[in-house]
């Protein structure tokens, strides 16, 4: 990440849900737009296809639903974790508001980063800021 | 400021199509758990959760709040039943049906054009009502598995560990270390195996033998006595360790010296007794428990009204434990005699195995059979009655599932197809799947199919389960049905043989990727032996253990008793009565000749019914009609016999009352 | 009563409707069995999957001439009741009519209400109103 203002990033997003893939996706673009930011988004529609996804791309970030059939988006991201090179990867975690409870579990999985469905953009935004662009955090520089 | 989406913008399309095919997995789940309360299918709750957690998020984003308010209270509902925070009761289920109807029905005012649809109260309100006194404190369980992966289970794999514990199920680790290219092939099977085997906790990250492959370790509920070294070989595992053995204490390792005392101990199981019975004596047996029921009621009864009186508080105390004391007795001596009638399902999954293999060299098909669940036990009665329908699914699932070889190849299949066939008790229930990896079905062409031939017609909405179609009798006839999968062909008739059994069968299918049959039958059987009669134009059932004879009469057979007209039946004189103008029934024209008489009895009156003819003896299996349907009260039910057709049951008791009834008002006349 | 969809559907030539939510299915079974004793609105009894249920007769129900049902008939089975309506054809989901529903004509207590449209009534079902009460 030595430009980050330039540099084309990659984003994995993992839902089992068609709509809810499109609707992250405008996220991601508005965010982008904003911040005169590329980004190229993959789409997985679960967890066998994110893991098949992953070793491919060097990806900057990985949204991920957390209800999905088979491989859950939790067990995901056990897995994301416990591979070294991606050990440092940012992950969100993105379930529908249940409670604290389910940001407390994505969090005890290992995700970076918690939105409940339906979100809004700022809160969007922000999160991704945070987890995107370090150099303009402030424990960052 | 918000990038959402307004409702009715464009994602409301996507939206109904996505929320009618949750809202249908949904249903298809609930189905299938039906009557399966107390220890439901994990992965059923999991896959209904999943589905209205869905649906609350796909709402939610669309912004439809009514929606997603509604599907979060049943979603709620949900994660406590699957956390075992309210008791898998039948009142939680039916709570869970209500809760989907009012779902699909703001969904359908979705699709009717209204912009933000909502109940009027919250649904956790009615949900709540119906479910006072379900929930209970889960008690939590000390762990057992490996600290590394206890401290990465989520709350729900903990408490399915903690469940596995409570139903002394035994606990495994089966580790995979798969190649890369083909990883998620091999976690599919595994994970499928798994499931089939046991129950699936979760999959957890494993450590790789090479950084280039990727390994897994599955957490593995499984019933005790499983063979979790086969398991491993058909998971394809690097290796498989017990956490914990189910049931019964792990055995010592072979290696150890087996010293007199162990074998003293082990004795008694290898000679554990097993007697021949013939199927009469415990048939007898069980008709012997079912009085016995009935004279306890009787007996409860009376001595309440006895005792209702009493002045001897101790008498009475003592004469009501006891009776409490009998009570529980023979409540347990029913099930225990039927349980006689038991014997493992193996008897049936063998023969079909062996026909299974015949039709697979007959089609030019390679395949194997796989059955998991052999020791299941089923009702002797049943297993035999089974069979048939069953044959029937199998040489289906060759026929019309399992390609060709070459063509398994040119799909990018493995050359041997594959069927796999589950037994697993479920309640009350045994449940037989049978899955193929074969070609499936698509239920579009099923349902374009069925409007096409007129099965449906234009304007009736598609079904909940288009699969049901094939089942329809008209289906089967459907020439072209073949020209997709040919699965109509003769399904009816296997419908038919499960419903007069008390069973039902579903089907699920990817279309490529295979299809599962899924039949249901209650684990012992009560068949009622019947005679049925045709009066009428109708088909009258009487039990068999009341009728006494059927003979054919001639009019000079008759005398007047008192008034009225009697038949002599050996030594006692019976009144004799039409059964057609008994029950308002139009009379048979042009009667010339003998007719069929048939002597019925309930233990303390008989008599003689003249019909239009007796069709033969059945066993079958009674539908009770409910008491709101009007009709005459001799008619207790319906039940199909052989052929399709439906046999009103007839109430001996009340029809001996009738007859005895217009004998009086004859001679008060 | 809520005012939530309908299903719509024809029998004796006219059309009726009831709650979409009390609808479970509509089911062809093989055919119906005349049931002695019930009177002229049942139609008999019919197996669905299994379950023996009363089968009401909607045209007969409304007073107009019974059905005679063939085989395969089709009928629409309900939640919360143990019987299931004989119609001749589905028309399909519709929303609720408001504000143009009148009470029904005298004498035909199985309807909740009766909406004119253009070309005929649409006459709304009380599917709670058959049953045992108040029948021989």
Known sequence: MTNPARTRRHVLVVD????????????????????????????????????????????????????????????????????????GLPVVAISTERDAEDAARARAAGADGYLGKPFDAETFDRLLDELLLPSRAPEAS | ???????????????????????????????????????????????????????????????????????????????????????????????????????????????????????????????????????????????????????????????????????????????????????????????????????????????????????????????????????????????????RGGGRPVPPPASANPTAETAAEAAPQVAKGVVRVPLEKVAALVDLAGDLALTRGALGRALRRALAGAPDRSARYEAQRAFAQLDRLVSALGPTALSLRLVPVETLTSRLGRAFVRTAAALGKEADFVVHGVETEIDKVLADELADPLLHIVRNALDHGVESPDARLAAGKPRRGRVALTVAPRGREVVLTFSDDGRGIDRDAIVRKARETGLLSSKEPEPRDPFSLLFRPGFSTAEAVTEFSGRGVGLDVVAEALARLGGRVRVRSTPGSGTTFEVAVPMTLVLLESLVVRVGGLRLALPGENVVRTLQARPDDTELVGGTPCLRDGDRAVPLARLDSLLGLAPRAGRIGPESVVVAEDGERAAAFVVDSVEGVWDLLVKPLADSVPRLREISGAAEVPGGEVALALDPGALLARVYASAQAGRAA | MTAGDLLAFRAGGERFAVPLDRVREAARPRRITPLPGAPASWSGVALVRGEALGIVDVAAAAGLPPSTPGPLPLVVVLYGCNHALLVDSIDGVEPFPTGRMVPPPPGREALTGVVSEEGGFLSLLDVDHFGARGEP
Request: hydrophobic share 40%; proline share 6%; net charge negative.
């Open chain 2, 1 to 243: 400021m918000s990038r959402r989406q307004a409702p009715g913008g464009p994602f409301s399309k996507e939206f109904l199509a996505e929320a009618e095919m949750l809202l249908e997995e949904a249903v298809t789940c609930i189905d299938g758990l039906d009557g399966e309360s107390d220890d439901p299918n994990p992965s059923k709750v999991n896959a209904l959760f999943r589905a209205v957690h869905s649906l609350k998020g796909v709402a939610g984003m669309v912004g439809l709040t009514g929606i997603a308010e509604a599907a979060h209270d049943l979603e709620t509902l949900l994660d406590d039943v699957r956390m075992g925070r309210v008791v898998p009761s039948s009142a939680a289920f039916s709570a869970i049906r209500g809760g989907l109807t009012a779902l699909s029905s703001l969904v359908g005012r979705v699709a009717a054009g209204e912009e933000a649809p909502s109940l009027g109260e919250r649904l956790r309100l009615r949900l709540d009502a119906t479910l006072v006194g379900a929930r209970r404190e889960p008690v939590p369980e000390a762990s057992v598995l490996p600290p590394d992966l206890d401290a990465s289970l989520s709350d729900y794999e903990r408490h399915r560990v903690g469940e596995a514990a409570r139903r002394a199920k035994g606990l495994v680790l089966v580790d995979l270390d798969l190649d890369f290219d083909s990883f998620d092939t091999g976690l599919r099977t595994a994970m499928a195996e798994s499931s089939a085997a046991g129950e699936l906790i979760g999959t957890f990250p494993g450590t790789a033998s090479d950084p280039s492959r990727m390994a897994f370790r599955l957490l593995v509920a499984l019933p005790p006595d499983t063979d979790t070294a086969a398991l491993g070989e058909r998971c394809g595992a690097r290796q498989v360790s017990v956490v």
């Open chain 1, 16 to 87: 089992d849900s068609g709509p809810a893939r499109m609707l992250i996706r405008q996220a991601l673009d508005g965010w982008a737009r904003g911040n005169g930011e590329r980004l190229e988004v993959v789409e997985a529609e679960n967890g066998f296809e994110a893991l098949r996804e992953l070793p491919r791309t060097p990806f900057d970030l990985v949204l991920t639903d957390v209800n999905m059939p088979t491989l859950s988006g939790l067990e995901l991201i056990r897995m994301i974790r416990a591979r070294p090179e991606q050990r």
